[in-house]
């Protein structure tokens, strides 16, 4: 069972920046980034491979955050940019043998951390 757990959530006022930090047990061939807002469906953000560091971002943070990999201290980041009040959701670190933006290709999922993002 791999273990994770998030860290880095707050408050930020739209414009502002802010990071999340992973820490995993272990890693699998994909980790993630999700989030979910109150009623509406939990989306993917960003993934990355753990064999070569390749990322890819989803549509909702695409150009306004980077995720990022420290194979070292078991450790993956997303840095978020320009944030936006639709940003505001609880985000989830994600780990699974695939690679695409489906929650369903991930078996392990951090508490989650929220986010809150206002004018």
């Known amino acids: 069972q791999v273990q994770l757990a998030e860290s880095g959530g707050g408050s930020v006022q739209a414009g502002g920046s802010l990071r999340l930090s992973c820490t995993a047990s272990?890693?699998?061939?994909?980790m993630g980034w999700f989030r979910q807002a109150p009623g509406r469906e939990r989306e993917g953000v960003a993934f990355?491979?753990?064999?070569?560091?390749?990322?890819y971002y989803g549509a909702p943070l695409k150009g306004r955050s980077t995720i990022a990999l420290d194979n070292s201290k078991r450790t993956l980041w997303l840095n978020m940019y320009n944030m936006k009040p639709e940003d505001t959701a609880r985000y989830y670190c994600?780990?699974?043998?695939?690679?695409?933006?489906?929650?369903?290709?991930?078996?392990?999922w951090g508490q989650g951390t929220q986010v809150t993002v206002s004018l």
């Open positions: 994600a780990a699974g043998a695939q690679c695409t933006l489906s929650r369903d290709s991930y078996s392990h």
């Open positions: 272990a890693y699998t061939a994909c």
């Open positions: 990355i491979y753990a064999s070569d560091q390749s990322p």
